[in-house]
């Protein structure tokens, strides 16, 4: 069976086909700058150099046609050989797993938009064209949060009255699920345990940032909340912060609900405090050459990732494995170094030659390991492949429907 991977950004588009009898990538790339002039789309086939081609692609509707003749020029001769489609959501409403895409399924996803205006209109369109486009496929509806189901009330629940926990389903959702799902699954395969058996802490480090706790093959606590602006200090969202300070804010600052929540998205975290960049690489080069809030952004960002590492090591009880993965988690060694400065008595030691030149792990070598020979705990380096799980929980779902 083959299962074609979507993922679905404001204004990008990512994809892969997957050749699930051994998880072969047939072809992959991202469309970017969809709706602005000179759109990028760059594709790689298995076993042959990267193409990129640059044209206005002004929606997602034109850059699925642009896929689908790029996918029946060589790896496929027809979509009918495509059985399903994997559509990558963040929050999917009541839906905690994956689902067959439905009416009902579309009109929750709708519901939570207002939470998500920046992306989920995006892929509400992307996943409506894909069916007008392919209406003999299965359509199946991935949600970042489905490997946080697990997660206890006591940890999932805000102290806010009860209501709004039981009526309204706020609690602690979780994101980067995928993520940490197979930062954990490459963890036991690295280290011949199985997973039932591991106690394992994920840093999921990039624009987006989150941390997880996963005790013997279940996400128990993460950072992130309902939305994906609680926990860490990431590239434009603030991350935790005294919610006290909000309606103060609006006051002071005479904004609407509209601005606040701009702020907090979009001109927060790396960017609000440096005034500088959301890119950690340019962070650090500021930092270097004396950016006093350059600084003071790395260093709160690592600061707050070593508290929440902290946080869950009560929560797991002891931990066998410590992961970094995401773009900052698998590029940068000294945001690694200093999110475990002063945490050698916990059990984290690091070898400092290991992690400064360490080449970053690959697609086809997914982990390294930065650990000392005398840590008590492993301390391993994870490139993340999401597309494979979503493409693995796709594959499961279309199995049973059609029964083969």
């Known amino acids: 069976m083959k299962i074609l991977v979507l993922n679905s950004g404001s204004s990008s588009l990512k994809f892969t086909l997957f050749q699930m009898s051994d998880e072969t990538v047939l072809i992959s790339g991202t469309f970017e700058r969809i709706g602005l002039p000179q759109s990028i789309f760059s594709f790689q086939e298995f076993g042959a150099p990267n193409e990129t081609v640059v044209a206005d692609i002004p929606t997602q509707g034109a850059a699925l046609d642009t896929l689908f003749e790029a996918l029946t020029a060589a790896p496929i001769s027809a979509l009918a050989d495509i059985p399903a489609v994997a559509h990558r959501l963040g929050h999917g409403g009541k839906y905690r797993e994956t689902k067959l895409i439905d009416t009902e399924v579309m009109d929750e996803i709708r519901k939570v938009t207002p939470f998500f205006p920046l992306h989920y209109p995006a892929m509400i369109l992307e996943i409506e064209e894909c069916m007008k486009k392919m209406p003999q496929a299965l359509h199946v509806a991935v949600f970042d949060c489905s490997f946080h189901r697990n997660i206890p009330d006591e940890a999932a629940i805000y102290g806010l009255p009860y209501r709004f926990f039981s009526e309204k389903g706020f609690r602690r959702i979780g994101y980067h699920g995928n993520s940490h799902a197979f930062s954990a699954i490459e963890s036991s395969n690295f280290l011949g345990r199985p997973l039932t058996q591991l106690r394992i802490i994920t840093l999921h480090l990039g624009n987006g940032s989150s941390s997880c706790a996963i005790k013997y093959g279940k996400s128990i606590d993460t950072t992130m909340g309902f939305t994906t602006v609680e926990g860490l200090i990431m590239g434009t969202r603030s991350g935790d912060i005294d919610p006290g300070l909000i309606p103060f804010i609006m006051d002071d600052e005479k904004l609407s609900t509209d601005q606040i929540s701009d702020m907090l998205v979009n001109h927060s975290g790396l960017l609000g405090i440096s005034g500088l960049s959301r890119d950690m690489r340019e962070i650090e080069k500021a930092a270097i050459e004396g950016h ?106 279309a199995k049973a429907v059609l029964k083969i």
């Open 292 to 397: 006093e809030r350059a600084s003071l952004a790395l260093n709160a960002f690592c600061y707050k990732v070593k508290r929440s590492i902290g946080s869950m090591l009560p929560a797991l009880g002891a931990c066998d494995v410590l992961v970094f993965t995401g773009g900052i988690g698998i590029n940068s060694s000294t945001v690694r170094s200093k999110c475990l400065e002063g945490t050698q008595e916990l059990g984290f030691i690091i070898d400092h030659e290991k992690n400064l030149n360490l080449a970053p792990p690959t697609m086809a070598h997914p982990v390294a390991e930065i650990s000392a020979h005398s840590s008590p705990i492993r301390i391993l380096v994870i490139r993340a492949n999401e597309e494979i799980i979503m493409a693995r929980e796709c594959h499961d779902l």
